[in-house]
């Protein structure tokens, strides 16, 4: 082979290769494309903007956990008690509400200082007692929703009609989930791209030991992203409360398994520092697409969770190749010192 020839060849390989890069990173966009196209063309009421509307407001409630997972997520965690935090911040505002008389604003706070506080404590064991995530949000998942049934004696809590009219009541004629879920994406945006405390997290998750002797504070980093995440799910257990207005045990159950997938399906990687805001929410917007294209079309309801549970593995599927890309890269362009 000549010298023109082989620059033809290794030329071509680069091209495909930076096609299926550009592919593999933006494979949540286009499975949104896919999905929205074969659902809208099967029925011509399916893209309207009621349907739209709807699709978005639910995805608030998964997407506003998902943002908080993206936190953990980068920092190379992960939080499953995040369904649990929901099920018991939501108890104790709604017990607060019928035992005392305390209104909506009044009991959002509390939901929230106890969603907090959840965090800090999942934070706590993996900050100082060096106890894997993983263990420690199992754990708590457990414990959380062991006091909550506890609580309730595993029965269903009915909210106050002064919560429904809370959820229910637009703002500037937007859902009010929506307008939630648009300032925490806005303040999740802000810190991770225009603040120290974002690179540090994007630090902490691509090499903590290399973070910690750049002198930043990775205890602090690692306990911020836990107690963000409690947060976020304490609040968007109260909104998603304030749309149904009722409660049982099962409230939660799943959540953190959508939350996950959702962060991950929009380029988070679970091997931490890899993600951004908008692709947890395109993530989000996409998983409630698939759930309420089903419905819509009426499917089984039997085979929506196996479909969710497709989805997960696409979630994982993808995130696995992408980090095989990434060390094909590093290994690619980071050479040996020579001798």
Do not use: W
Request: hydrophobic fraction near 55%; proline fraction near 3%.
């Amino acid at each position: 082979m000549n010298l023109g020839a082989l620059r033809a060849a290794v030329g071509g390989s680069g091209r495909r290769i930076s096609i299926s890069q550009l592919l593999l990173n933006n494979s949540t966009i286009i499975l949104f494309i896919v999905v929205l196209l074969v659902f809208g063309l099967s029925s011509n009421n399916f893209l309207t903007l009621e349907s739209m509307t709807n699709i978005v407001k639910q995805a608030s409630f998964t997407g506003i956990i998902a943002v908080g997972m993206t936190f953990v997520l980068l920092t190379a965690g992960i939080d499953l008690s995040v369904g649990s935090n929901m099920y018991l911040s939501s108890v104790v505002a709604g017990l607060l509400m019928r035992q005392t008389g305390m209104d909506v604003l009044p009991a959002l706070f509390v939901a929230l200082i106890v969603g907090t506080l959840y965090g800090a404590f999942n934070a706590f064991c993996v900050v100082k007692l060096k106890i894997v995530p993983f263990m420690v949000t199992l754990a708590t998942l457990v414990i959380g929703r062991g006091i909550g049934t506890a609580l309730t004696d595993s029965k269903q809590v009915d909210f106050p009609e002064r919560m429904l009219h809370f959820g229910q009541s637009p703002i500037l004629g937007i859902p009010m989930p929506i307008v939630v879920f648009a300032i925490v994406i806005v303040a999740a945006y802000i810190v991770l791209t225009r603040t120290p405390l974002g690179r540090q997290i994007y630090a902490v998750g691509n090499d903590v030991e290399v973070a910690k002797k750049a002198g930043i504070n990775t205890d602090r980093v690692i306990a911020f992203v836990y107690i963000f995440s409690g947060f976020c799910a304490a609040l968007a257990g109260f909104i998603l409360i304030s749309q149904i207005g009722r409660l049982d045990r099962s409230f939660g159950e799943g959540r953190e398994f959508d939350a996950i997938a959702a962060a991950v399906l929009g380029g988070t990687s679970l091997f931490g520092g890899v993600g951004n805001v908008a692709g947890t929410v395109l993530g989000a917007l996409l998983m409630q697409l698939v759930q309420y294209g089903l419905q819509f079309h009426n499917v089984n309801l039997y085979i929506q969770p196996m479909v969710r549970g497709a989805i997960i593995f696409i979630a994982v599927f993808f995130d696995s190749l992408r980090e095989a890309n990434l060390s094909k890269l590093k290994r690619r362009f980071i050479r040996p010192l020579e001798t």
